[in-house]
């Protein structure tokens, strides 16, 4: 089946610097969704990717759909300690279910 | 306009019991799907349901589970017979009515903590 590696696993960071995690699938996708996870609720959607290249921002986010369609990154600009949480890519091709990475957990030192 | 609704929030069952987890997707979707999340993991997908139709529950375990949506109410994931291995987050999510089977912006509720003692 799909696969999706997330990388990295965690990242502790100081307030004020930039973020960056990626995400590769084992196979083309069509859609890449970000969404991030705070402790003890649902994921909140991010940014959706839908066309190969596609750079997309939301406020201090922001997406890319890669071209070869296998991977995406997310990143975060001047970051505040609102950004903690855990941070998911998710996609799919075609037809079959979202495919979530493992998460991304990010801490925020002020 | 009102998120995606789930309860309970929390739910604890001992083993053996049945346990009903309800969603009441976000107004104007039609979709939902039903992702269950174990500590430290993504999120793994279940069933994905339209009102009164099981669309592709390729992730839901043989036995003892079971999904519906029906006409009126909310959807309601049920596990029959609970072992301490079901103990998870269950998320519903919903998406707007698209053309073609799976959409694309999945909207999440708050989610179900489930605990089997």
């Known amino acids: 089946g799909q696969q999706l590696n997330q990388s990295p696993q965690s990242m502790f960071i100081q307030e004020g610097e930039d973020v960056s995690m990626n995400c590769t699938s084992s196979?083309?996708?069509?859609?890449w969704l970000w969404y991030k996870q705070d402790p003890g609720e649902g994921p909140v959607l991010l940014i959706a990717?839908?066309?190969?290249?596609e750079l997309t921002s939301n406020g201090r986010l922001t997406a890319q759909f890669g071209i070869t369609r296998k991977d995406s990154f997310l990143n975060i600009s001047a970051s505040i300690p609102s950004d903690v949480g855990i941070y998911f890519c998710?996609?799919?091709?075609?037809?079959?279910?979202?495919?979530f990475g493992k998460g991304t957990r990010l801490s925020v030192i002020a | 306009n009102a998120g995606v609704m789930q309860n309970p929030r929390h739910l604890v069952r001992r083993r053996g019991q049945e346990a009903r987890l309800r969603c009441s997707p976000m107004?104007?979707?039609?979709?939902v799907y039903w992702y269950r999340q174990l500590p430290e993991e993504g999120l793994k997908f279940m069933v994905y349901l339209q009102k009164e139709n099981i669309i592709d529950e390729s992730g839901m375990p043989k036995e003892r589970f079971s999904a519906e949506f029906p006409k009126e109410g909310p959807s309601i994931l049920r596990i029959q017979q609970v072992v301490r291995g079901d103990s998870a987050a269950y998320f519903c999510?919903?998406?707007?009515?698209?053309?073609?089977?799976?959409?694309?912006?999945?909207?999440f509720g708050p989610g179900t903590r489930l605990t089997v003692t």
């Open positions: 990717l839908y066309k190969a290249g």
């Open positions: 998710a996609g799919n091709s075609g037809n079959t279910p979202l495919v």
């Open positions: 107004k104007g979707h039609s979709h």
């Open positions: 999510a919903s998406s707007p009515t698209r053309q073609g089977p799976v959409s694309f912006e999945q909207y």
């Open positions: 196979s083309i996708f069509n859609t």
